[in-house]
DNA sequence: CAGTATTTGCAAATTTGTCGCAATAATCTA
DNA sequence: TAGATTATTGCGACAAATTTGCAAATACTG
């Protein structure tokens, strides 16, 4: 895991500092982090312009990515730390879980978009809704 | 239509004033909106706290509603206005176009969530890539 | 049309994200 | 591994985006 994280940053001639390797703890195996969160998290060991600087590097390296949740936006590592999956996001307790991508929908996607006249080359998806523990009868 | 968007302010108990009757119009029939464009084009009629006072409600009334594109966010009226698509967007020239709603696709996506224990109430497909503009051999 | 409740505009305050620059840490070379 | 070189960080100042309080204006009810 680490080394394929100092890996994607050499790919792309940067370093892996104490900072860098601060805010890869705090996405690593976690559900996707805020902004806020992140920042909160790591508040005492790094500066707020230095996360802001990290996530952005890390976007460029493929390191992690934005998600777009409701009006946030939250980050997570991508697909090479985490496999590609969608996510379902509760109203209620706002959590947002992984959802294993499944192939056949993937294709579908794909193939809706070919069919607009649309070359597609990714995609998001997001799923609103209740989880299983705030959809219990209380 | 305006009397829909009536009824759905009334609904909620809310009442059609002058600056919420600007706002959708600006919404209407038109590409998904930033709040920036939003605020330029009223900006010699509306405050911009009232903008974002309106957006709002104007989501909690369901008759707009927030999409995540990227970094920023956009505003269109919401399917009861449109009817339910998912969005193509253009990295490229950065449109974002309609993709009408496939009924298998959205079966497909509420059975994937309903098996993961999660209960669908509505999801948010966007698809990066280039429109047939932009993939046009220059 | 008056009375009451809601909504707006304005100005100020927050919040969120960015930038320049000197100090510090990492990398490279001998 | 010391010393030189380059990349990175922290800090404080900015800038942009969004929110809030409150008095004045507008919409709704009877």
Redesign the pocket.
Known sequence: MINTLRAL?KQK????????LIVFGVLAGKEPQT??EI?GLTAN??????????I??FEQAGIAHRLNIG?K?KIELTEVFNGHHHHLHCTACGRTFPLPANPMLETMIDTVASKADFAPRGHQLEIYGLCQNCSKPS
């Open positions: 940053l001639g940067y370093s892996l500092t104490k900072p860098r902004m806020a920042i060991k790094i500066d707020r312009a230095t996360v802001y600087r990290t952005e590097l009006f936006y």
